[in-house]
């Protein structure tokens, strides 16, 4: 972009990531007495308390600003080290190719300026900014962060991971970036957590590949943190380009499930390696913070500045919450698809349906570094009403390489719900080593057509009745199928934006209505999203049923209107999705 980032003084470098001290806390010079408190005063004394673990709360900068980039001399080698490790969360909706090239694809969106309308003077305003949080490996196919930042599978679905996104001298833009650091997400290891009361806040996000060449962060085995111990966050500011804040240390340590810190943090900081400088151990995943900006008497956005020992402070979740929950390293199997081959009775529709017996298929990927030379694998229902029967065998399989698992049956008893979805369970042996993988087959349907927006993120009118429209591609009659609407909205405050859909015969249904009603599990999702499938994870303020016997082949339209002033989003993308009926052949 050939952009400069402003310097830290030298009287400030000679300090840059050495050890700090701990802030003397004066001691209590009175003991407590017996007092009545009123009951309406303890009630907002309760919920001051509870705002202080919101998952997505924004950061601020503490001290002097100590945000560098990867290539400064004042990073250590092993901080740089780390920092390839670590990725920029994206929507996939914002990456495009490049034309006549296939090494190398785009990243769309807007500079930190235009994004926030910071104020000119501001730091990195002219950077591009397409992210929204961050993440690091904790293994060669398994990352960490926020869990507000992947809150779910369709969280999961609509991400993409980039490494190496960064602002380092010689790379004429950053935003080309080759397809090997382009990583997306297979799926969540376990469910996110995202805890309001103890605030613990974390996702295991396992990714479509080995991240080959990069080494997975150490985390901390054992023992608590202590107050005035130096830290270091590696992670991507607001969804800029890669950022180093270092200088900072433990403030508080009391809490069993986080801790805070004064490091310069920033909304796309959610999900970033919290790492103790002198160990080299990381400590934490920031998750939550201070506001980051403050808006001038002109309208522009400035950022907050605090003391060190000021402002709420950083909070971070420790690794302790997840660390058991990080399978070792090595030999790794995991399940892609599971597909039905045929019937072996049944009404020869083709269609896995309760009270048949099928055939199906299992692709299965080496998903970790070394190749699996003999592998012994049987298939085990987790759903009750399942028989399944057969074995097999896989040899010489290179990590990366995918193969397809056949001769496996399945009876399905009568008394099964019809499109019920089937749990499935790999296991056996890679190479002597036990290791299971899980996969899944809904009953009575194929695979639902999905329909997408193509264009690049669009812009929502600031304070429009009329809002913008775009158009998906064109769809066949859904003619009593289920229809469902996944959407990715970008907004400061999803209480101002109306979203209506409107199918080719003109039946329109309000999916979000200015916040009277919920929009489904996601409402930490960083920098304001609406992001998810309605129908499944999000409640459409109106019921999507019309939709079904819709008999008009064409277009759908999006709709999204902001019709208060002041705030900006965009939207980034809608899929129609229509299902197949469920056994419709019984």
């Not at 309760?46 to 001290?63: F, M, N, S």
């Not at 910071?118 to 490996?137: D, N």
């Not at 329909?451 to 009118?461: L, M, S, T």
């Not at 209506?500 to 489904?520: E, F, I, K, Q, W």
Request: net charge negative; aromatic share 6%.
């Amino acid at each position: 972009m050939g952009y400069v980032s402003a310097r830290i003084p030298r009287r400030r470098l000679r300090r840059l990531f050495q050890p700090a001290t701990a802030v003397s806390r004066p001691a209590c010079e009175r003991t407590m007495a017996r007092i009545r408190i009123p009951f309406w005063l303890l009630l907002a004394t309760l919920a001051v308390v509870a705002t202080k673990v919101r998952a997505g709360e924004l950061e601020a900068i503490y001290g002097e600003d100590n945000r560098l980039e990867i290539d400064d001399p004042a990073v250590p080698a092993r901080i740089r080290e780390y920092a390839h490790a670590t990725a920029l969360i994206l929507p996939r909706t914002r990456i495009y190719d490049v034309s006549g090239s296939t090494s190398y694809r785009r990243l769309a969106g807007r500079t930190l300026g235009d994004k926030l309308n910071l104020c000119p003077k501001e730091r990195f305003v002219s950077q591009p900014a397409p992210g929204y949080c961050t993440g690091f490996l904790v293994g060669p196919d398994l990352l960490a962060t926020a869990g507000h930042c992947i809150a779910s599978s369709t969280d999961c679905d609509n991400a993409a991971f980039v490494f190496d996104f960064t602002e380092a001298q010689g790379l004429a833009d950053p935003t080309l970036v080759p397809t090997s650091n382009i990583y997306y997400c297979h799926y969540l290891e376990v469910p996110s957590k995202v805890d309001p009361v103890t605030g613990v806040d974390y996702a295991l996000v396992r990714l479509d590949r080995p991240a080959v060449g990069r080494q997975p962060l150490p985390l901390r085995p054992s023992g608590i943190l202590q107050v005035g111990e130096p830290l270091t966050i590696i992670g991507y500011p607001d969804g800029l380009p890669l950022k180093i804040a270092g200088d900072g240390f433990v403030r508080s340590s009391t809490e069993p499930g986080f801790f805070v810190t004064n490091n310069d943090t920033f909304t796309g900081n959610s999900g970033s390696p919290v790492v103790n400088t002198q160990t080299g151990l990381v400590e934490g995943v920031v998750v939550r913070g201070d506001n980051d900006y403050d808006r001038t008497p002109s309208g522009c956005m400035t950022v907050r500045h605090c003391s060190m020992d000021g402002c709420r402070g950083e909070d971070a979740t420790r690794v302790a919450e997840f660390r058991d929950l990080v399978p070792p390293t090595g030999k790794s199997l995991i399940a892609e698809d599971v597909t039905t081959m045929g019937e072996l009775s049944g009404n020869g529709n083709g269609r896995p349906e309760p009270g048949e017996s099928v055939r199906i298929a299992v692709k299965v990927k080496n998903n970790g570094l070394e190749t699996i030379t003999d592998a012994r694998l049987g298939l085990v229902s987790l759903t009750k009403g399942v028989t399944v029967a057969g074995t097999t065998r896989v040899r010489n399989l290179a990590p990366g390489n995918e193969t397809t698992l056949v001769g496996f049956s399945l009876e399905l008893a009568p008394t099964l719900a019809c499109a019920a979805t089937v749990e499935l369970e790999v296991q056996g042996t890679l190479d002597g080593v036990s290791k299971t993988t899980e996969g899944r087959l809904e009953l009575g349907r194929t695979k639902p057509q999905e329909y997408a927006y193509a264009g690049a993120p669009v812009a929502i009118p600031d304070s429009s009745e009329q809002g913008v429209t775009i158009d998906s591609p064109s769809i066949d009659a859904p003619g009593g199928r289920s229809v469902l609407v996944k959407v990715d909205i970008a907004h400061p405050n999803t209480d101002q934006i109306r979203v209506v859909l409107t199918a080719p015969d003109g039946t329109s249904v309000v999916l979000h209505n200015y916040g009277l009603a919920p929009a489904g599990g996601l409402l930490g999702s960083p920098d304001g999203r609406l992001a998810g499938t309605y129908g499944e994870s999000l409640e459409p303020y109106e019921s999507l049923l019309p939709f079904s016997e819709v008999g008009t082949s064409g277009p759908w339209h999006l709709t999204v209107a902001d019709t208060s002033p002041g705030l900006t989003g965009e939207v980034r993308g809608f899929s129609v999705i229509v299902l197949d009926r469920a056994c419709e052949g019984r």
